[in-house]
């Protein structure tokens, strides 16, 4: 479990995250959703450390993450798995040693074991035949996936995504979310995905916290959501004249 | 301010840079592969760069020289100590600025903007150190044997022209490189290209990894970095001289 208690971050006295308190559970899907620049990005950013807020702690399994030196962070990270929006995956690799790379780095795995655990997560994701082939020569979705495929090799206990839908076409966004969803009920990840992709949230949102100018302003699950009042939250969602239509269906 | 707080900015990263690396068996693949990228892909540019000097060298010493009292091996005398002491560290040391210093701003800056070094920091890597130390370690390995190259090939340029334009006679020519030789002389250069191999990798590669923003500010952190690592080639030049030859 990850457990953000009272996080602030501002840039250039402009307050971008206020007072953020959120648990995120075990084994579910936990998704971050907001307009573009409410503080989703820099929220996760602050909680695997790659920003370092202002006021607050971020706890890993009851250890405080903040306060922790570079080698006890260093630990941490190593359960984590992260999938970028762009993929960030190493252009000068190809697909197979991009996914042996944290194999490389954190195990001591032979390279028979890293190849077949190479196989493993690019079959999980659905992919074959394309470990020789750089990461300019596959699709967008093709290069999310891999990106997954990554962030799992090294059998991480939490899965962070950073809008992993963005620049795809609606069937690879349904099929990366499935997959997300798939690979955290079956390794029991605990899986924070920002978005402000409203199918992604109505298809795995276990677990969404809206956040609004920089603050939580509603929490609950997808199905909470359609009855919701909140109205900013209404606006973010419902903003499609086809939500909206599937709003009053509901 | 802001010179003082890139300074700064600087040398934190450079003292993030040479912390302990997290697997050196990758440190040592990268070498080999920043080797070959940053160091035998410079030996072409080098090579036509330095023969030309040679040889230019050659000929307007030959041209200047009007009195009867100055000898003609004077030719081949300046040409090997313009080369040696001069030409071929420096003038390549900024050539190599240009060619490996935006090469290597905007490799890292990419890498910046592309989230790249993000996801080495989440997989628990000092990216600082992953990413420059190698490039650093090459340049340093590498750079002395390109310097020496170019000391060679820009003196035999001068032969060349010795040989072609009959300004001066081989003869001559070959009694002027060697009259009055100082092996202290390739040390002084030899020393100098070590610190500048670590200015034409560390100053671009500050300047990349700090990038923020797109393709744009990658373009300008390149120029930024070969600016400024000239700029500082040209001042610790002067003080090397001034320490080592004075």
């Not at chain 1, 307050?15 to 206020?18: D, G």
């Not at chain 1, 074959?128 to 596959?138: G, K, L, S, T, V």
């Given at each position: 479990m990850i457990e953000l208690k009272n996080i602030s971050k501002s840039f250039n006295n402009k307050?971008?995250?206020?007072n953020i308190s959120v648990n995120y559970e075990k084994g579910k899907t936990n998704l971050i959703i907001g307009a573009s620049g409410s503080g989703k990005s820099v929220l996760t950013k602050c909680t695997v450390g790659l920003i370092e807020p202002d006021h607050g702690d971020v706890f890993y399994e009851g250890k405080n993450f903040t306060k922790m030196d570079v080698d006890g962070r260093k630990e941490v990270r190593k359960e984590i798995g992260m999938l970028f929006q762009g993929g960030a995956l190493f252009d000068s690799l190809t697909v197979e040693e991009n996914i042996k790379f944290p194999l490389r780095m954190h195990s001591a795995m032979t390279e028979r074991e890293m190849l077949d655990r190479v196989n493993f997560c690019l079959n999980r994701v659905d992919l074959?035949?394309?470990?020789?082939?750089?990461?300019?020569?596959?699709s967008g979705g093709m290069q999310k996936r891999v990106g997954i495929a990554r962030a799992i090799a090294l059998k991480p206990k939490y899965l962070f995504c950073d809008?992993?839908?963005?620049?795809?076409d609606p069937g690879t966004a349904i099929l990366i979310d499935n997959l997300i969803k798939e690979i955290t009920e079956e390794f029991q990840i605990t899986t924070i995905v920002v978005t402000h992709d409203m199918n992604s949230v109505m298809e795995i949102g276990e677990h969404v916290i809206f956040i609004y100018k920089g603050e939580i302003h509603w929490e609950g699950s997808k199905d909470n959501i359609l009855a919701s009042d909140n109205k900013e939250l209404a606006d973010l969602v419902f903003a499609s004249d086809l939500m909206k239509k599937v709003r009053k269906q509901n | 301010m802001g010179f003082f707080y890139s300074i700064g900015e600087y040398f934190i990263l450079m003292g993030r840079t040479f912390?302990?690396?997290?697997n050196f068996a990758l440190y040592r693949r990268q070498i080999i592969h920043e080797i070959d990228s940053l160091g035998l892909g410079s030996f072409g540019i080098i090579t036509i760069i330095s023969v030309f000097m040679g040889a230019v060298i050659s000929l307007q010493t030959a041209s200047n020289i009007?009195?009867?009292?100055?000898?003609?091996y004077t030719v081949g005398y300046t040409a090997r100590q313009s080369m040696i002491l001069e030409f071929s560290p420096t003038i390549i040391a900024l050539i190599l600025a240009g060619k490996v210093g935006s090469n290597i701003a905007s490799e890292i800056g990419t890498m910046r903007v592309s989230e790249q070094i993000d996801a080495l920091e989440i997989m628990g890597i000092n990216s600082a150190s992953y990413l420059i130390v190698p490039k650093i370690i090459a340049a340093v390995f590498i750079n002395p044997f390109l310097v020496v190259w170019s000391m060679f090939i820009g003196i035999f340029g001068g032969y060349m022209v010795a040989f072609l334009s009959?300004?001066?006679t081989t003869e001559e020519y070959i009694y002027g490189i060697q009259y009055d030789f100082k092996v202290f002389g390739i040390y002084y250069a030899l020393i100098k290209t070590l610190f500048f191999a670590f200015i034409i990798t560390s100053i671009p590669s500050y300047y990349g990894y700090y990038v923020k923003g797109g393709a744009l500010e990658v373009g300008a952190a390149s120029t930024k970095g070969v600016v400024n690592s000239s700029i500082v080639i040209l001042i610790v030049n002067y003080i090397l001289t001034q320490l080592l030859l004075i």
């Open positions: 307050e971008v995250l206020k074959h035949d394309i470990n020789d082939r750089f990461p300019a020569e596959i809008e992993p839908n963005s620049g795809l | 912390q302990k690396p997290t009007d009195s009867a009292l100055i000898p003609a009959g300004v001066v």
